[in-house]
């Protein structure tokens, strides 16, 4: 037996657990996040302290980007390996929300070990505490159950060896992963209990491939045996699982393009010659098209969001069927479709086994690879420079960086109108070269996140794209990259306001009200001189190394510089206004953004009525 804290307990516990998948053996916990205050520095703070040799510690400076960090992190690990993230109770407890939802919705772990009341009620109200008249056990931790694929609260030491279990079961599930969270009352933490020595004990918890039934494997087949054109749709799952070279093999042997989600593009190389690119609202035309004609739909790894449907107008092949080859039997079943429940990695290769190679015919394949051709000219006329010495385009802007970076380059976005260009435009080198987060589209995911990758993967560069909306909205990490010398590279595009918003917001009738940085008018609306905010100057206050761009010409040798630098660097260019378009191929496809039925205002009116024309292509896939 030791005699040790419940927060000594279970820090050491945590050094001791391992994933396993392949043969290969991560560390689970790899490293702890902490902001330390009223409700956890005396327990899990001291606790770390003790046992700083076995549990790396790294220093955050806002809740919600810690978890975003231990994020990018398990991402990059391909959810074999995490972090912890430990905080006070109180406010430090709630910012954890927006991160523990943008885990769960993406299926990512993260332990989250938030500080909590007294169990033992000495005083009640404490500092920070919520009180609710109706259930005394209530605190604003219970806030965080919604958005966590497991919760429990410590309230006596003996119940922390069945919780700790049960966090680390569901951190490990291919398909309940998500969030955890161990509410620790503050009392508790400190609270010393004999502890058996298995609980200590090196654990692996092996990852499963399951393998397909052979009843939904033959159903499977026969589907796909009867198209004439069909089209597989890959998403973040097949990454996950590590079934990118079976994917590869199954789209080559077979003919089958292939489009991507958000999640899942770069599942395939740009130039792989069955790669079609992104499909649904923010997709290339040619994926587009074949997802309208295709008879029979192959999901791969994907939750079929209304961004890749295009909110159910997309696939509107009047006979068109899905088969759905996920882990998870909750998304196997979406679309109505013929459910393959396995490993993607598992049921690439069982269809493989069982169905014909060059399965499509040639004049399938010879029309989506006239039109990757064309849509690859819009990309090179959409990247292409005319003037060196003007001001770039956000394009112009993807379009350099293009021809800097290789395979080992990694680039980090969530939010504004850059997912939508990347998603159509960006040449996918790697498979995690592309780091987009866009089930929740967190703004001030970025550079948390570039943190964690980096972490996780030490010596290439990480690219942290930004809007400046994005930017004022979580800027806090870049001292936690100066601090621990990570060499992240944030590039701030700067167009004055929620460019991609506004965009949005002129097409449903919203006039662009509300989204630009700027004065207001003597009509009370903002449409005065922009602010007169300094982003390149607040970076620097922070320690970074900033390099400002003017010119296309000083952007090149900027993000050249930023590139090879050992040290924290920014990149600021200003590019498009908030009163411009990004200067990409506009959306191919539609996306459900209900508009007023009723107004006054003749811009409302318009775009109800081509909403009205979009919304009858809707259909129920059944």
Not at 216 to 231: D, H, N, S
Not at 453 to 465: I, K
Not at 466 to 491: F, H, R, S
Request: glycine share 8%.
């Amino acid at each position: 037996m030791s005699t040790l804290t419940v927060a000594q307990a279970l820090v050491r516990f945590l050094a001791a657990q391992y994933t396993e998948r392949d043969g290969e053996r991560h560390r689970l916990i790899a490293a702890t996040w902490g902001i330390f205050g009223h409700g956890n520095v005396a327990g899990i703070g001291q606790a770390l302290v003790e046992y700083s040799e076995e549990m790396p510690y790294h220093q955050g400076r806002s809740e919600q980007a810690m978890v975003h960090a231990a994020v990018g992190y398990a991402r990059q690990s391909n959810r074999l390996s995490t972090h912890a993230v430990t905080t006070s109770i109180g406010p430090g407890a709630t910012n954890l929300v927006t991160g523990a939802a943008l885990a769960t919705i993406n299926r990512l772990p993260v332990l989250l070990l938030p500080g909590d009341g007294f169990a033992t009620r000495p005083a009640d109200p404490v500092l920070q505490q919520l009180e609710v008249p109706y259930a005394g056990e209530v605190s604003v931790n219970d806030c965080l159950r919604p958005v966590s694929k497991y919760f429990d609260r410590i309230t006596r030491p003996e119940a922390l060896i069945p919780a700790a279990l049960a966090a680390v079961r569901v951190l490990t599930d291919p398909v309940e992963t998500g969030a955890v969270t161990l509410a620790l009352p503050q009392d508790v933490q400190a609270e010393a209990y004999d502890w058996p020595e298995g609980f200590f004990a090196e654990r692996v918890w092996r990852v499963r491939r399951p393998v397909p039934d052979d009843a939904e494997l033959e159903a499977a087949v026969a589907a796909i045996g009867r198209a004439a054109r069909p089209l597989i749709v890959v998403g973040g799952g097949v990454k996950y699982s590590g079934a990118e070279e079976a994917l590869g093999t199954f789209a080559s042997l077979t003919g089958i393009p292939v489009a991507s989600t958000q999640a899942g593009k770069g599942a395939l190389r740009h130039d792989h010659p069955q790669d079609v690119g992104a499909v649904g609202h923010t997709g290339t035309a040619v994926a587009d098209h074949l997802a309208r004609t295709a008879d029979v739909v192959i999901g791969v790894g994907t939750r079929w969001t209304d961004f890749t449907t295009a909110s159910g107008t997309l696939f509107s092949h009047p006979d068109v069927r899905f088969v759905n080859l996920n882990i998870a039997a909750f998304d196997s079943h979406k679309m109505a479709a013929l459910p393959l429940v396995a490993d993607a990695r598992e049921g690439l290769e069982g269809l493989h086994a069982l169905l014909d190679p060059h399965h499509v015919t040639q004049h399938y394949v010879h029309e989506y690879a006239e039109e990757k051709l064309r849509w690859e000219a819009r990309v090179t006329g959409a990247y292409a420079v005319p003037d060196e010495d003007a001001r770039p385009t956000q394009p112009q802007v993807l379009g350099v960086l293009d021809t800097l970076v290789t395979e080992d380059d990694i680039l980090i976005n969530a939010a504004g109108s850059l997912p939508g260009d990347l998603h159509k435009l960006w040449r996918a080198r790697s498979t995690d070269q592309y780091h987009v987060e866009y089930g929740y589209s967190c703004m001030g995911y970025e550079i948390p996140a570039a943190i964690g990758v980096t972490l996780a993967a030490p010596g290439r560069p990480v690219w942290a794209l930004v809007g400046d909306g994005t930017y004022l909205m979580n800027p806090t990490e870049i001292v936690t990259a100066v601090q621990q010398g990570l060499p992240i590279k944030v590039v701030i595009l700067q167009n004055h306001g929620y460019a991609s918003i506004g965009g949005l917001s002129e097409s449903v009738g919203g006039e662009r009200y509300g989204t630009a940085y700027r004065f207001r008018d003597q009509d009370g609306r903002f449409t005065g001189a922009p602010l007169p905010v300094d982003l390149a100057a607040n970076a620097a206050s922070l320690g970074m190394r900033v390099l400002t761009a003017r010119t296309v010409r000083d952007l090149r040798e900027a993000l050249a510089d930023a590139r090879t630098s050992t040290v924290p660097t920014c990149v600021y260019v200003e590019t498009e206004t908030a009163d411009t378009v990004s200067g990409a191929p506009p959306a191919q496809a539609w996306w459900d953004v209900p508009v007023a039925e009723t107004s006054t205002r003749p811009s409302a009116v318009k775009a109800r009525e081509e909403y009205d024309r979009h919304v009858t292509a809707r259909r129920r896939h059944l």
